[in-house]
Every structure is written in structure tokens, then in C-alpha cells.
């Protein structure tokens, strides 16, 4: 065996080298179109699942089956499961030919909550919500402030028993007027949701969607029958954003948005203003002309300052007059109610009426220091405030 | 001059120029990732591992060419400006803009970036001996090694007392990599090459041209801050970057935004969550964190006196400029380290805050021992308050956070009755012998101060059912964290690699296959010299983590910390160079030497870590490395040039180095305390002295 090689072949050897460095170099400068391209979303987790349903399981509720193999249809993942595997937004598995959610009466989180928080400022203000999320979620966003539960699988976390009668009940002894689910992506954990929303409707307990918005028309319009109000995401514009920061697609988003408007369920939406990313003019002013012409002026837009967050930690905050700026252009654009969030003390917290301008609701964070709307309809021009006031 | 002392002066240029590329390099991937210790002890890793391989390959090239090596050398001389540019630009080339990519494609994107230097530099060291050796058949691999060693030293001392303060880094690359440049153009005009001449001085001239202009060094840092940087320095501690974006600011250190102004939320929380604890506020000590809106916070109780410690004054001097630090007449600033300062015991205070990031580093871990605690009540007046914050998701709190919760917790429980803590944006620690209230509006609302969070949504988001659940979930049976035996960085690798899914095992796992496979192949005397680079990276690991840990992170007295480790290889080759023929006695003796040294730092580690004088750290890791430069070229000259040449024995130590450098920091030290990494040296140092003494019996 030769052990050593000649200069020339050495020469040969680096000049080889260099190429192929230099071919891998130029693969990443040509990327732009590529990196546009770039996308986070979710896989499914072949081999993943257990083997048996475990006590908190119950067997999906919107599938297809093509023998063994199951495809959830809940959201528009569309996870195709061979026995053994673990959707994407792992809460869902295929056992033995049969799809199940395991996030069923398991909650991790159980708060109460202001109703302002998730956030819905028209919404039966001042009031209370029972809030629960159990682990999962479709998307895979960046800067998920709720990555330990939402990215995680349900029997990964630490988790109560709360089967949807009993949250219903303890809603109901603690005499809190509605129950969100919140936290991480209740598209997820569909079936609780579900059932607990429609025992909920009977105890005229109201019932909150605080969602991604990612989810499939059949199932949103059998939910529609029980929700009360929804806070959805709107992450950007851009299907190009949604794919790289969040692991989704945008216009899935924008038919719930539909759906939910078509249902009239009070909806409002949320928009993290992501610096370098989620924080163009002319993409807000597209985004805005859509919700005009398809949802209409009335919905609330609540535009939210980023901070660094999980993975995306290395941008800045988003600074506070983008955020204005953001806000005179959703409203110049005509949309009635824009408001900011995670800017403490801001005046844009506050509601005014898009009728006469006039302070309705002067909110000093979750309180409530003066509310001039009766019936609702304005305190001065009688206008009707959209939204749900109660008496 | 002949061609062989060319070739011996470039020599030194590249050791001048490699350590100081070497330092550059650490500092600009901590810049672009989470500068943790992982990150850390990857680079040093990938960087010594390719040498080692770089150090292999020059033992394939049979036949030596000084041409080559002039191009080889001028190569070396010019790459690192590429190498760091493409550090800079690749990093948002393969990753997303703003995220924190995890542990693998962090390995990967170093790797590959760092490998075409290293490679080179492992390679043109043993190839420069074989190139020498062709004309001047008595130069050996020990005086070799000698002349490395007094590049390194030369670069080493160039960049950390002088450079590192007044120059960027790709100034400080060309100016490093001066003497190298010269010398391969002149051996290359020596060699009459004149088309590859013409062709290399023109390269020089572009490489000094990016080099020295400024714009082009800015632009490369483009694509991490955006377009609106208003300042940029680099200070021996980070790289501090100062944005402005729509009037607002955002202060940049190592790649991470530690402050954006209108941060309201944290600034009260921060605040007010301590202060209002005190019937009277008359002195607050602020350790970090005192950009923005902090100091007018801190002012509502209207204190006699606020002494701000910072360590870095080149933050301060970037934050005073641009008027983020504004002058008041209560605030006293002082530059050093905060451990050290209260530690020093000067004054006392009605309440100390500690503004610090996670303790993922030993830096910052030394403000989370119980060491720390015990001092830091020392300093507080009677029933004054301590405060600090970790991250926590208010939401849910998972196994690892309440691991780390609950270490903290209890670690601060030894020293304080009453310990809250509140779950705000984080969650905040405060601690006491005074009694502690949770309803912070009543707090705030009683002494007339007025906020803007804190009494709008602290009853919203601050339940008293969170604050039960989170107080609740502490448990009392989770270790304590102390100076020595710093577990919670252990519990934020777990956090870390949580929050990508992965798991360090198949990375672990692999490199103790290659490290076996490679340990089987390897002759007694190179097992020899990879035990001792495994001892002399691990002991420099544990000398700088002790010495800060009783006096501070002092920059120049790490920095001439590290000096004395690289100095002592100098006068301890030239030893060896003298002692070679007495060949395994001297081998023996140094490896007693070791042994001896590593006792006597574990036995001050198990009974005594008191405080020693400075002095004694300076002198032992001398003392130590000058017998690690004893044992190459002894090594060398038994094993003989014909069965290894040069190159096996610099792998040995740089693949000894590499391991070394992770194991005990990233595993060690972290899992099971300075003690028992002090123990695996001594186990891996007696493995090498009992193959010695076996050579001996044989014979």
C-alpha cells in the first residue's frame, strides 16, 4: 500500500478541494431565491407514537382512512399517518389503523386570565376567562413564547386531568363568564376543545378561540356552532414570512378569517410586528385591503411589539413608532379599531369611536377607568360599537 | 539570510498570526451564536481537532517544496479575512436573519467555516520542519516547537494588552499577519518565481485594501444589525454594537440585543418588585442593567445613593455618548466586575438588584452560588432586599425550570428567611430577612408611586394563583449551586438542547469512537503528549474558572492568566530541547511534576478554597505548562523523525488539546464539579506515566 503521494497529486488534491469549496460557496451566494423559498414547517414523527391509547386519548374526530394509513384532516397539515406515526403537531397518532388525539382532559396550563389578554378589547370587557391549553401545535414558530408546551408532545409535560365536564364545571363554581383555549394551538387538541365548547354552550358558559387560524373549513364550521369570539393571528402578509418564521402557509389563515366572519363570531386579530420582517408599510397596507374587502372595517387589529423570544433572540425589539406608524396606516386604510400591545402606558390601548372619535374606553392596562359605551352603541353619537358589550 | 531562516522567521509569523486569528475567530462565533460555554468549547474544539488533522495530512506529502510552502504560508497569511467575512455572511446565508440556530448546525457551520484555516495551520507547521530539514539536517521538531511557542506568545500578548483595544478585527488580521506576508513574498521573489510573484503581491494589496478600509469591515456586519449601526467597538469583553432604528435604540453585546429603550415592562418589574419592599430606600447597589429607563424607576424612592457596577466601560462609554446612560447626581459608576465588588464588602445597601443574563456561562454562574448569596447579604443592610431574575415561561413551568428554579431557590433560602418568587415577564427572585409582600400595586399605591405596567396589568398577569403555583412547584430537595460545583450550567445545556430537541449523545458518542479508534493507533510517547494536552487545556479550564470565581472576571488578569500558560511552554521546550537525550527520565519526571501539581490543586480544592494570592494562579499555570513544554521534544527525539515525524506528535497534543478542552469544560466541571475534573486529569496523567513506567520494565 503506497503511503504517501506525490506533490503534484497533493497540488491536484487542494485544487479539487478549492473547486468543491468554491462550488459549495456558490451554492450559498445564488440561495436568494432559495432562502425565499426557506421553510420550518412541521414533519410528521414516523414511528413516534405509543403503542396503546393512553387514558387521555379519544378517537379523532376528522380523518380518512386508506387501510391502515389515517390522514387528519383537522388542519391543513393534512398529517398522512402509517400505524405508529405521530402527526405533526404531535398530539395526533395512528394506532393500529385508527387516528386518536392524546390531548384529551390533560391540560397543562389552566390560568384565569383577563379577557383583555388574549387579547379581545371588544370582547365583554373587564370580564374573567378560564384558560387551558394542552400540549401541541401545527406551526413552529421562531419566537413561541409557549415553546415548552406547545412544542412539545403531550406526554412530555406535566399535565392535570381536566376531562371537558370538569372544566365546565369549575368554570362554572368560580363563576367565570367564558373559557378560552389558549396558550398553545387548541387546533391540536380539536376533540377537547370541542366537547367541552358544546357542554360549555349548554351552560351558557361563552367560549374563546385563541388560535393560529390554521385549521380546515369542515372542522372550524363545526366549532363555529359553539364559539363565542376568537383572537386569531394574522403572523404577516407574506406566505413567504409564514413559511419561514412560523411553519405555515397564509392562506388557510385568511379562510378562517372568512369562515369565522361568515359564522358571525366576533373575531378579532393579532399581528406580532416582527423587525425586518413583519414591519413593511406596503405589506400592512395589502394586508388591510384584504381585511377590508373581505371581513369588512369592524374587527379589531391589535398590532404587537416583538421581543427577542425562544429561537428568534437575535433581533431587536420592534421599535414603538413602527408600531404607530403601523397603526395610522391600518387605520387611514379604514379599519376602525387598531390598537398596540406590550407597550405599556400607550394611549393606543385605549378605544375611541370610528364614528365621532370620542374616548370610549380609557384603559389603564386591564382596567377599565372610564367606558362610555351604553347598549352598545356610543356614549355621544349613538353609533353601534361592533363587538360583544353585554348589557 | 538563507531560504531556511526565511522559512524559520515565518515560523514565528505564523504562530503571531494563528493565535490571534485564533482569539478573532472565538470572539466572531460568539458574536453570530449563543455565546454559552458550549459555544465556546466548540470553537476551541473544531479548532484544535482540524489542526490535528491538518497536522496528520502533512505527514502524506513525501516530497517538500519551499515553493509550496511560501504559497501555503501566504495563504495562511491572508485566509483569516476571508474566513472571518465568511463567518459574517454565511451566517445569514444558511440561517434564518435573528434566530439562534441549536447545537448541531452550530457544530456544522464552525466546522466548515473554521476547517480551511485550522487545516492549513496544523498543516504548514510540521510541513515548514520537513521543508527545514531538507537543507539543515540538525533543526529538530523541539526547536521547532520552540520557535511556534514564541509566535504564539508574541501574538497572544499582541492582541490581549494591546491590540484588542484600539483596533477592529480585520485590522488587527492584517497587522498580525504582517510579518508572515512579508516573509512568503520574500521567499518567494528569493525564489525567482516572478509570475507567481506578481500574482501574490497583488493579493497582498487587495487584502490590506479590505483590510484597513473601514466601510468594508462595517458592511460585513450588515447583515446581523442592519444598515443603522451608530457605533461599533470591540472591547476586550464582546463586540458592543449600538443600532438606531426609527429614533429608537438597541444595544448589541456579542450578537445579543441586551437592551432596546421603552422596555417599560422590564425596567418596573426589575425595579419596583424589590424596592417597594423597603420602608426606606437609601442605598441601591445595581449590578448591570442600567441602560434606559432603570435609573429614573430607581429614583421614585428617591435613595441617597445608586452605585451602578458595570465591567465593561466601553458600554458605558457607548451608552453615555448616546445618551442612554443619563447623568444623575445619585448615580455613582463603577467599572469592575460585580462579584468582585461586593465581595470586597465597601459599603452597604437597602438593596442589591442583579441584572444578569441566564448563568449558562461560569462567568455569569458566579452570581448564582451560594458563595455569591452568603456575600451579598453581607453587604445588605438589615433587612434589605436581594433581587435577581431567570427565565421562566409564566404559562407552564417545565421539569428542566423548575430544576433550575429550585436549585437557585434553594441556594438563596440558606441565607435569607424569606425568599418570593413572582412570575412577571420573568421570573423574579427576591429575597430577604424582612418580611415580603406580592401585592406589589398596594406596595406601590402606599407610598404614592405611580407606574405604568406594574398597576395596569401586574393583578392581570401576576395572579395570586400563579404566584402560589410557581412558589409552590419549588423543590426543597434539588441540589444547591455553588462556586465549585456549578450544576445549574448543567441544567442550562438541558435547557438549551430542550429548546432544539436535540441531544449532545450521538455527538458525544462519536467523538469517543474517533477518540478511541484514534488512541489505539497511536504510539506510547504521542499518548504521552495527547494526555498531556488534554492536561494542559483542562487545567488552563480549571485555573480561569477558579480565578474568577474568588477574584472576578477581571479581562487583563484572565488575559495574563492565559499568558502564563502559553509562556511557560517557551522556557520549558528550551528544557526539554536541552534534556532530550536523557529521553524517558525527563518524560518521568515532568509527568511526576504533573501529578504533583494536580494533587495539591485538589487538595485546595476539597479543603481549603480560600483565597489564595493572585501570585500563586500566575505561577501555577506556568509551572504547569512548562512541563507540558518539557515533554515534546523529549517525546520527539525518542520516538525519532523516521518513525513519527513531527506531524504525529503536534496532532497528539492538539487532538489532547481538543479533547481536553471539552470534556472538562463542557462535561466535567458542569456535571460533576472542579473536583472530580480535577480527578479525571489525574487519571488521565497517571494512564501516561504508567506506559512510561511500563517502557521502563520492558526494557
Redesign the interface.
Given at each position: 500500500m503506497r503511503?504517501?503521494?506525490?506533490?503534484k497529486e497533493?497540488?491536484r488534491e487542494m485544487g479539487l478541494l478549492s473547486l468543491l469549496?468554491a462550488t459549495d460557496?456558490h451554492c450559498?451566494?445564488g440561495?436568494d431565491k432559495e432562502?425565499e423559498k426557506?421553510d420550518?414547517r412541521g414533519r410528521v414523527f414516523k414511528g413516534d407514537a405509543p403503542k396503546k391509547p393512553w387514558k387521555w386519548s379519544i378517537e379523532g374526530f376528522y380523518y380518512t382512512t386508506n387501510g391502515e394509513d389515517v390522514q387528519c384532516m383537522v388542519c391543513p397539515n393534512r398529517c398522512y399517518l402509517t400505524p405508529g406515526d405521530r402527526s405533526v403537531c404531535r398530539s395526533k397518532v395512528n394506532i393500529a389503523g385508527k387516528l386518536y388525539s392524546i390531548a384529551y382532559g390533560n391540560p397543562?396550563?389552566v390560568?384565569?386570565?383577563?379577557i383583555?389578554?388574549k387579547p379581545l378589547s371588544h370582547f365583554y370587557p373587564a370580564t374573567e376567562v378560564f384558560s387551558i391549553?394542552a400540549a401541541g401545535c401545527n406551526f413552529r414558530c421562531?419566537n413561541c413564547?409557549?415553546?415548552?408546551?406547545s412544542?412539545?408532545k403531550p406526554e412530555e409535560?406535566?399535565h392535570g386531568e381536566l376531562f371537558p365536564a370538569d372544566v365546565v364545571r369549575l368554570t362554572k363554581e368560580r363563576n367565570i363568564p367564558s373559557i378560552a383555549y389558549t396558550?398553545s394551538e387548541p387546533i391540536s387538541y380539536y376533540e377537547y376543545m370541542y366537547d367541552t365548547a358544546r357542554l360549555a354552550r349548554e351552560e351558557g358558559i361563552k367560549n374563546v378561540l385563541v388560535s393560529n387560524g390554521y385549521i380546515n373549513k369542515r372542522p372550524l364550521e363545526d366549532l363555529s356552532q359553539y364559539l363565542d369570539a376568537a383572537n386569531v393571528n394574522l403572523k404577516s402578509f407574506d406566505d413567504d414570512i409564514y413559511r419561514?418564521?412560523n411553519g405555515g402557509r397564509l392562506q388557510p389563515v385568511l379562510n378562517t378569517f372568512k369562515v369565522l366572519h361568515e359564522k358571525g363570531i366576533w373575531f378579532e386579530m393579532t399581528t406580532l410586528v416582527?423587525?425586518?420582517y413583519v414591519d413593511k408599510p406596503e405589506m400592512i397596507k395589502r394586508m388591510c385591503g384584504w381585511i377590508l374587502k373581505e371581513l369588512g372595517p369592524d374587527y379589531p387589529l391589535h398590532f404587537l411589539r416583538f421581543?427577542?423570544r425562544?429561537?428568534?433572540?437575535?433581533?431587536?425589539?420592534t421599535?414603538?413608532?413602527?408600531l404607530e406608524?403601523l397603526r395610522d396606516i391600518a387605520l387611514r386604510e379604514g379599519i376602525h379599531y387598531v390598537y398596540l400591545g406590550?407597550?405599556?402606558?400607550h394611549e393606543a390601548y385605549d378605544t375611541y369611536c370610528h364614528n365621532c372619535h370620542k374616548l370610549l374606553i380609557e384603559?389603564?392596562?386591564?382596567?377599565i377607568a372610564k367606558f362610555n359605551i351604553n347598549h352598545g352603541r356610543c356614549k355621544f353619537c349613538k353609533t353601534p360599537i361592533p363587538g360583544r358589550w353585554g348589557s | 539570510m538563507s531560504l531556511t531562516d526565511l522559512i524559520i522567521i515565518s515560523v514565528i509569523g505564523t504562530g503571531i498570526s494563528s493565535i490571534s486569528v485564533q482569539l478573532i475567530t472565538v470572539r466572531e462565533f460568539l458574536s453570530q451564536f449563543?455565546g454559552n460555554e458550549i459555544t465556546i468549547s466548540l470553537v476551541l474544539f473544531c479548532w484544535l481537532m482540524v489542526s490535528g488533522l491538518g497536522s496528520l495530512a502533512s505527514k502524506?506529502?513525501?516530497?517538500k517544496?519551499i515553493t509550496?510552502y511560501s504559497i501555503l504560508a501566504l495563504i495562511t497569511g491572508l485566509f483569516p479575512l476571508i474566513q472571518i467575512t465568511?463567518i459574517r455572511l454565511?451566517r445569514d446565508?444558511?440561517f434564518?436573519?435573528?434566530?439562534?440556530?441549536g447545537f448541531y448546525p452550530v457544530f456544522f457551520f464552525i466546522l466548515i467555516l473554521s476547517a480551511?484555516y485550522t487545516f492549513f495551520i496544523g498543516f504548514i507547521l510540521p510541513y515548514s520542519l520537513a521543508v527545514i530539514k531538507a537543507t539543515r539536517q540538525t533543526f529538530t521538531a523541539g526547536k521547532l516547537y520552540i520557535l511556534d511557542n514564541i509566535g504564539d506568545i508574541t501574538g497572544g500578548v499582541l492582541f490581549s494588552f494591546i491590540l484588542v483595544y484600539f483596533l477592529s478585527p480585520f485590522k488587527i488580521i492584517a497587522l498580525t499577519s504582517f510579518l508572515l506576508i512579508l516573509i512568503s513574498l520574500a521567499l518567494i521573489l528569493c525564489l525567482r518565481r516572478y509570475f507567481l510573484f506578481m500574482g501574490a503581491f497583488l493579493s497582498v494589496v487587495v487584502f490590506f485594501a479590505f483590510a484597513f478600509e473601514k466601510r468594508f469591515e462595517l458592511s460585513t456586519l450588515a447583515n446581523?444589525y442592519?444598515l443603522n449601526i451608530v457605533s461599533y467597538r470591540e472591547s476586550p469583553y464582546g463586540r458592543i454594537v449600538l443600532?438606531k432604528?426609527?429614533?429608537?435604540y438597541?444595544f448589541w453585546e456579542s450578537?445579543?440585543?441586551i437592551f432596546?429603550t421603552?422596555?417599560?415592562?422590564t425596567a418596573e418589574e426589575k425595579v419596583h418588585y424589590p424596592l417597594c419592599q423597603l420602608d426606606r430606600v437609601e442605598d441601591v447597589l445595581l449590578v448591570s442593567g442600567g441602560m434606559g429607563e432603570t435609573f429614573d424607576e430607581i429614583l421614585k424612592y428617591s435613595p441617597h445613593r445608586i452605585d451602578y457596577v458595570e465591567l465593561d466601560p466601553t458600554l458605558i462609554k457607548v451608552a453615555s455618548q448616546s445618551g442612554l446612560l443619563s447623568p444623575h447626581e445619585q448615580v455613582n459608576i463603577i467599572l469592575t466586575d460585580g462579584r468582585g465588588y461586593i465581595a470586597e464588602g465597601r459599603r452597604r445597601y437597602s438593596a442589591i438588584i442583579v441584572d444578569l443574563s441566564e448563568p449558562d456561562t461560569f462567568q455569569l454562574n458566579r452570581f448564582y452560588t451560594k458563595e455569591f448569596f452568603d456575600r451579598a447579604k453581607g453587604v445588605l443592610r438589615k433587612d434589605g432586599v436581594l433581587s435577581f431574575s431567570l427565565i421562566a415561561?409564566p404559562?407552564?413551568?417545565?421539569?428542566v425550570?423548575v430544576k433550575k428554579l429550585s436549585s437557585i431557590f434553594n441556594t438563596v433560602k440558606g441565607y435569607f428567611q424569606n425568599v418570593l418568587l413572582i412570575p412577571g415577564e420573568e421570573v423574579y427572585f427576591l429575597a430577604s430577612d424582612g418580611e415580603l409582600d406580592a401585592d406589589i400595586p398596594r406596595r406601590l399605591r402606599e407610598r404614592s408611586i405611580a407606574t405604568?405596567?406594574i398597576?395596569?396589568?401586574?393583578?392581570?398577569?401576576v395572579?395570586e394563583?400563579?404566584i402560589k403555583s410557581i412558589n409552590d412547584a419549588m423543590n426543597p430537595d434539588e441540589f444547591i449551586n455553588t462556586d465549585f460545583q456549578p450544576r445549574v450550567i448543567n441544567i442550562m445545556f438541558t435547557e438549551w438542547f430542550k429548546?432544539?430537541?436535540t441531544s449532545p449523545n450521538w455527538f458525544i458518542g462519536a467523538l469517543l469512537g474517533l477518540l478511541v479508534f484514534y488512541l489505539f493507533f497511536i504510539r506510547r510517547e504521542e499518548y504521552v503528549l495527547f494526555s498531556t494536552g488534554f492536561a494542559a487545556m483542562g487545567v488552563e479550564m480549571l485555573i480561569l474558572f477558579s480565578f474568577q470565581v474568588i477574584y472576578g472576571y477581571i479581562y487583563l488578569k484572565v488575559g495574563a492568566i492565559i499568558t502564563c500558560f502559553l509562556l511557560g511552554l517557551l522556557p520549558g521546550a528550551v528544557l526539554g530541547n536541552r534534556w532530550k537525550k536523557r529521553g524517558k527520565h525527563v518524560l518521568m519526571n515532568a509527568e511526576v511534576g504533573m501529578l504533583l501539581l494536580l494533587a495539591v490543586y485538589l487538595i485546595w480544592a476539597r479543603f481549603y478554597q480560600s483565597r489564595v494570592p493572585e501570585l500563586i494562579f500566575f505561577l501555577y499555570g506556568f509551572s504547569f505548562s512548562l512541563l507540558c513544554g518539557v515533554q515534546f521534544p523529549v517525546a520527539a527525539e525518542i520516538i525519532g523523525e523516521e518513525k513519527s515525524p513531527a506531524a504525529g506528535l503536534f496532532a497528539a497534543d492538539l487532538v489532547g488539546a481538543g479533547a481536553g478542552t471539552l470534556a472538562i469544560g463542557t462535561l466535567l466541571i458542569p456535571l460533576l464539579g472542579i473536583q472530580a475534573a480535577i480527578i479525571a486529569l489525574i487519571l488521565i496523567k497517571a494512564a501516561s506515566t504508567m506506559l512510561i513506567l511500563r517502557a521502563y520494565r520492558i526494557r
Open positions: 503511503r504517501y503521494i506525490t506533490r497533493f497540488l469549496i460557496g450559498f451566494w440561495k432562502r426557506a420550518i397543562c396550563s390560568h384565569i386570565d383577563p383583555e389578554k391549553a421562531l413564547q409557549n415553546w415548552e408546551i412544542q412539545r409535560v406535566h396558550y419561514r418564521l416582527v423587525p425586518g421581543f427577542p425562544y429561537k428568534l433572540n437575535r433581533l431587536p425589539a421599535p414603538v413608532r413602527t406608524e406590550n407597550v405599556p402606558g384603559r389603564h392596562g386591564y382596567y | 449563543y502524506l506529502l513525501k516530497r517544496s509550496l465568511a454565511f446565508a444558511i434564518i436573519h435573528g434566530e439562534s440556530p480551511p446581523q442592519g443600532t432604528e426609527r429614533g429608537e438597541t450578537g445579543s440585543p432596546s421603552f422596555n417599560i415592562t415561561n404559562n407552564y413551568l417545565s421539569e425550570r405604568s405596567y398597576q395596569g396589568f401586574y393583578y392581570g398577569n395572579t394563583e400563579r429548546k432544539y430537541g
